[in-house]
């Protein structure tokens, strides 16, 4: 099953990303598409705008966007995020298999740039 240029991962997707054996850029923050679509919008353009950069040659990342409440375990234990979380709150994490890192600083087009970057040149 292939996955979009862009996902929400959910608990049922989790393991679909997992699956594709590639590294998985996730966009952690509040989802509520009813009383922010704005801003869940916000988060999906800027991921698919570096998502867009990433998405060819040998070394091919997923990105995802994920709702802190589901994924607060994960975050707390595998990335090290152990943040006060807030309704703003963003937080970006990188599996590659057994490996995870976290962006350190403020979520925007440019520090995740960067941080896709970083990864990928080792």
């Not at 598409?33 to 040998?58: C, D, T």
């Not at 995802?64 to 994490?93: C, H, Q, S």
Request: aromatic content about 10%.
């Amino acid at each position: 099953r292939s996955v979009p240029l862009v996902g929400e991962m959910t608990l049922q997707s989790e393991k679909v990303y997992r699956n594709t054996r590639l590294p998985v850029c996730t966009v952690f923050t509040q989802i509520d598409r009813l009383k922010n679509p704005k801003g869940y919008q916000y988060i999906l353009n800027r991921v698919r705008k570096v998502a867009l950069l990433h998405k060819s040659g040998n070394s091919k990342i997923n990105f995802n966007v994920a709702d802190t409440a589901t994924f607060r375990k994960d975050m707390d234990e595998k990335f090290d995020m152990d943040e006060a979380y807030g309704p703003k709150t963003i937080l970006v994490g990188l599996r590659d298999g057994t490996k995870y890192f976290k962006m350190e600083g403020d979520f925007s087009l440019e520090a995740l740039t960067n941080f896709v970057g970083d990864f990928r040149a080792g």
